[in-house]
């Protein structure tokens, strides 16, 4: 299968991409077929010279059945060379925890899922407490 995909350049910490079509079965930054663009992630977003596309070639390959990274689809849907790839489940796993729950409780969302917990949980620890009792009286008896 012939994939659209970024192959890594540059040195370390400074890194440089290209855009290749290459079969999937060989390595990321190793045998490919030809060399469509560059990319370089260091540069601001609004210079031009940060994405380079030979924009015929790529129509071609996409004709050709090249199934494009998930990457290499943004930088094309960015360059209006294909659509633009619906964004992908993105949890907010940067946040710290105690921020997540903050802005959980604030969304409605949430507020229907707090509301329907503490009715499940509260048959729950009443049952235990009745039996929790029973055992625990018990044992004072035996003692005295």
């Known amino acids: 299968m012939l994939k659209l995909r970024l192959s890594r350049g540059g040195t370390k910490k400074r890194p440089v991409y290209k855009v290749v079509v290459a079969d999937s079965r ?8 030809e ?3 560059f990319f370089n992630p260091l540069l601001p977003k609004d210079k031009k010279e940060r994405v380079g596309l030979e924009a015929e070639r790529i129509k071609y ?4 059945g090249a199934q494009p990274t998930t990457r290499v689809a943004r930088i ?7 659509p633009m790839p619906a964004n992908g489940n993105n949890p907010k796993k940067a946040v710290p925890k105690k921020e997540r ?6 969304s409605p969302a949430a507020a229907p899922k707090a509301e329907a917990a503490p009715a499940a949980e509260a048959p ?9 009792a029973p055992a625990a009286e018990a044992p004072k008896e035996e003692q005295k």
Do not use: H, S, T, Y
Request: charged share 45%.
């Open 26 to 33: 060989f390595a990321r930054d190793g045998r490919f077929i």
């Open 35 to 37: 060399k469509v663009g």
């Open 61 to 64: 390959w996409l004709g050709q």
């Open 76 to 82: 094309l849907g960015e360059n209006e060379l294909m």
């Open 101 to 106: 729950k903050k802005e959980g409780e604030d």
């Open 124 to 132: 729950k620890e009443e049952a235990p407490k009745a039996e929790a």
